[in-house]
């Protein structure tokens, strides 16, 4: 039987348990997949840390994943996501390299500096909301910043809904605003360019919640890796922070929803435009212009809305072709294992 209590603090939930038959409630294990090496994952159950050797008829999977086991702690399947990260992989073959599973609550930082820049913080919207995970905006550097309220009311601008928090990073009695989304059981991962800080709130954050942690990991004699790039750490809080590099890499791909949900005051206004294929480039009756003319859209948003429509369209296309090209494969592979079968019951 599971052990739902510590479960729970890894992130288990109903979700999930309802992908799970009475039979396999009652034989099998669940885990989740807290560190992704080049030969293993390296998984944590209700029991603890264990390795899965890496076999290449597994399906794809990443950090945050869910498997269900088997008494010997073989892999039977992997459990359908609640949200993914995934971003387009570098090379000649374009595929989809997936990065995170089954994140909760995603950080987007960005330092109140000569580095806040709101083009970007809606990048990074737009791949949270295509991830379905919920963004919180972290501005840091408070502290060292005259006007922390006037970058907040900036990003309030995009979306009046939009959770705002500025901190200093550094001080971990600032941070102590951004406890409300690491509850229990929560998954939180950290999205924002280079030197913003999110290493420092992450230390900030695990560092304020993690001492029983430490001591759990020493105990752990199986010559785990302690200091892990890509991995999911379990505070004491009994909840879960990503650290994972390929975060920092992300691109827009193949996110036209992820981007229409970031931009939806724009999809409203334009669903008013008088041709329903409106560019928004002078046409007559086109409410995009009428809203900029009358100073009820920035026309910031207008071009950072189309210059990231564009990218995901250019950077999706490539994936899209892929797909396809792996939908006929995997067709291929039926149509011969069917001929199998067939000539089987004919011998
Ligand atoms: N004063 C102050 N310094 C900060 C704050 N946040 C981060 N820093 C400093 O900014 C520098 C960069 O912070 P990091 O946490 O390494 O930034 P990062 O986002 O992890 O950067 P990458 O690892 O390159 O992705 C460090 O020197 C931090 O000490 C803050 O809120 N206030
Ligand atoms: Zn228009």
Known sequence: MLNLLALNHLGWRP?????LSLDELEDCSVARVMEHHRSS??????????????NPNYPAMTVGDWVLLDREHRLIRLFERQSLFSRKAAGSRVTAQLIAANVDTVFIVCSMNQDFSLNRIERYLALA???????????TKADLCDEPEQYVEQVRQLDSLLMVEAVNALDISSVEVLMSWCRPGQTVAFLGSSGVGKSTLFNSIFQENSQHTSAIREEDSKGRHTTTSRSLRCATGGFLLMDTPGMRELQLADCEQGVEQTFADISEISSQCRFSDCQHDGE?????NAAITNGKL???????YQKLMREQAINGASIAERRAADKQFVKMCKTIQSGKKARKHEM
């Open 129 to 139: 909301h295509e991830a379905d995970v919920e963004p919180v905006i972290v501005l």
């Open 298 to 304: 920035d026309p910031r948003r207008l071009s950072s």
């Open 41 to 54: 994952y390296e998984l944590m159950s209700d029991e603890g840390y264990m390795a899965l050797p890496a």
């Open 15 to 19: 979700f999930f348990q309802q992908q």
């Open 284 to 288: 007559p009756g086109c409410a995009i």
